[in-house]
């Protein structure tokens, strides 16, 4: 069995490996110290095909106008790049979702620097 280490492609952490995932029966919830509720994970960041398999399934089964997420919800708050972080961003952009930051509601816009503050209480 492989013990390879996956990756949060919105910021690149480690999160686990995949015989942790294999052994997490019934599924697992977890959310990112980057601020993703639910980051999707892949084998290598180079690899934009790995990344766009980690997409949910609910996100193509979603009713017709229906909001998706937020792409904070999967990618979190990060400056890292990467050719996975790319595709995924690019196709979830596809499917409707958006940023904070060009959301039309001011407590969403608000979101990234309330994360920041609550980020730099953490750390205090």
Known sequence: MSNRPLFH???GNFLFTEEQLRQAKGGMALACSCGA??????????DASGALAALPASLALRKDGEQL?????????SDFNCPAKTAVEQHLRELGSIA???CE???CREEPDRWKE???????
Do not use: I, T
Not at 69 to 77: K, N, V
């Open 69 to 77: 997420p937020h792409l904070e919800f999967y990618l979190g708050f």
């Open 105 to 107: 509601e001011e407590r």
């Open 37 to 46: 509720m639910s980051p999707l994970v892949v084998k290598y960041l180079e």
């Open 118 to 124: 609550q980020k730099r209480w953490r750390k205090s």
């Open 9 to 11: 492609v919105g910021c």
């Open 100 to 102: 904070f930051a060009e």
